[in-house]
């Protein structure tokens, strides 16, 4: 009898002394490490991250003179008549393989890359013969190893006047005019006529566009005339010019027509640094 409580007292305290043991492993057990993608980036688990941005191209001229920011719905060609441009030549100026691939909130340049002008340098006889670029020499600090050379960039001269604002348009139909000039509603004149009847260039300069691929204008071609002025020719029924033309004022162009409009007319715009403005200040009274 008094064997058995001793075997059993013992048994209590082996018993006792496991549980102890187990609990200090489990208080003393090493912390998981988490070797998944975010322990690898430095993110605890559990954390929330915030998404990565996109930094689209050219988002660091956003705002800047020359520049455009691609809103919903534009194009290219839609990019070049707002701003006064080709669109061949927006898309060079921005190295752009596919001009249909362009992001909201893309910034595009809308203006030609300004050339670097090297000072000439005249020969003994005063002649200019060849382009050099001037260079200044800064004066020597007294712990300085060598003279600093500074480049130094000439400056364009002031272009002149070049009598942009002079253009001598002519009406590029006879019809009647069926809808006047409204910022608002109607960026031009809306000119009535037949199918087919001639639609003529307003002033010399050369095709930029030529096609359908700018929504409500349907069938249309854009001139530019110089660095101040293009104009615009839409729902034509043909188109007898191709891009890169050059054009005569007077020259037929298109045959009038009602692609993408709800009768026979031509839509007619003439736009000032892509602005639309009012045809009344340049055309001639009829």
Not at 203 to 227: C, P
Request: glycine share 10%; charged share 20%; with cysteine.
């Amino acid at each position: 009898m008094i064997v058995s409580r001793g075997l059993a007292v013992l048994g209590s305290v082996a018993l006792a002394s496991l549980v102890l043991v187990g609990c200090g492993t489990r208080l003393n057990r090493a912390p998981v490490e988490n070797r998944g993608t975010s322990a690898a980036q430095g993110v605890q688990p559990g954390s929330i991250t915030a998404p990565e941005v996109k930094l689209l191209p050219g988002a660091e001229n956003a705002g800047k003179p020359g520049y455009y920011t691609v809103k919903p719905g534009d194009t290219l060609i839609r990019i070049g008549l707002e701003t006064g441009q080709s669109w061949k030549d927006v898309a060079r100026w921005n190295n752009l393989e596919n001009a249909n691939l362009i992001e909201i909130g893309q910034v595009l340049r809308v203006m030609a890359p300004t050339p670097i002008v090297a000072v000439a340098a005249p020969d003994a006889r005063g002649v200019v013969t060849r382009p050099v670029t001037t260079t200044v020499v800064a004066p020597a600090a007294p712990s300085a190893a060598k003279a600093v050379v500074v480049p130094v960039i000439a400056s364009p001269a002031p272009a002149a006047s070049s009598g942009e604002d002079d253009m001598a348009f002519i009406w590029p139909s006879s019809g009647t005019l069926l809808a006047g000039f409204d910022e608002a509603r109607n960026k031009g004149y809306d000119i009535a006529g037949k199918a087919g009847d001639p639609v003529l260039a307003a002033a010399d300069g050369r095709v930029v566009y030529a096609g359908a691929g700018l929504r409500g204008y349907g069938n249309l071609i854009i001139l530019k005339h110089n660095n101040t002025f293009l104009t615009a020719y839409a729902h034509n029924q043909s188109l007898l010019v191709k891009e890169d033309q050059a054009v005569r004022r007077g020259q037929k162009i298109a045959e009038m027509g009602s692609t993408d409009a709800d009768r026979v007319k031509l839509h007619f715009e003439i736009r000032r640094q892509g602005k639309p403005v009012d045809p009344v200040r340049y055309l001639p009274l009829r």
